[in-house]
């Protein structure tokens, strides 16, 4: 998570902002003060953040359901690919792309970032594609690479 100018495009911001809504975290945070008022402690850079067990469970993605309350977001109910896509090609649109904007878009232009910043077999493990015998049997899972600021 990082402070920046472009926040309304950053994944991290908008995964926090669904979590902190639902009351996702383990430890009940309900705001950005409290994220901010978290210390990250001297021997590391960074602090994980535990899901609650309930919620865990639920997709982070989640449909709209009609109530008796009226239209709320549904607890147990994932968000579809073909309404996911038509808002993803909408939110293009508007944002002034000439193209209609695809998920293969997205990671095609992440591939390319992160081929630029990271080792081959980093990438190509990111990426899921396969590799030689090191990289499927021997090469650690976790990549210690920021994606995000790449």
């Keep these: 998570f990082y402070e920046a100018e472009d926040l309304a495009c ?3 911001t908008f995964i926090l902002a669904l979590a902190l809504a639902d009351g996702a975290f383990e430890n009940k945070l309900t705001s950005l003060s409290d994220v901010y008022s978290l210390v990250v402690p001297p021997d590391t850079d960074r ?3 535990q899901w609650d067990e309930d919620w865990a469970q639920r997709p ?5 359901e009609h109530t008796a ?4 977001v549904s607890k147990t109910k994932a968000l579809d690919y073909s309404k996911h896509r038509h ?9 002034g792309f000439e193209k209609k904007l695809e998920f293969y878009d997205l990671r095609r232009a992440s591939g390319k970032r992160l081929k630029e910043a990271l080792t ?6 990111i990426m899921g594609h396969r590799g030689d015998v090191y990289e ?6 976790f990549i210690d690479r920021d994606c995000q600021a790449i």
């Design 10 to 12: 950053c994944g991290v």
């Design 47 to 49: 602090i994980r953040l």
């Design 60 to 64: 982070v993605f989640r449909d709209v």
């Design 69 to 72: 309350n009226g239209i709320r």
């Design 87 to 95: 808002h993803l090609i909408r939110l293009g649109r508007t944002s």
């Design 120 to 125: 081959p077999e980093e990438h190509r493990q």
């Design 136 to 141: 499927r049997y021997y090469m650690p899972s």
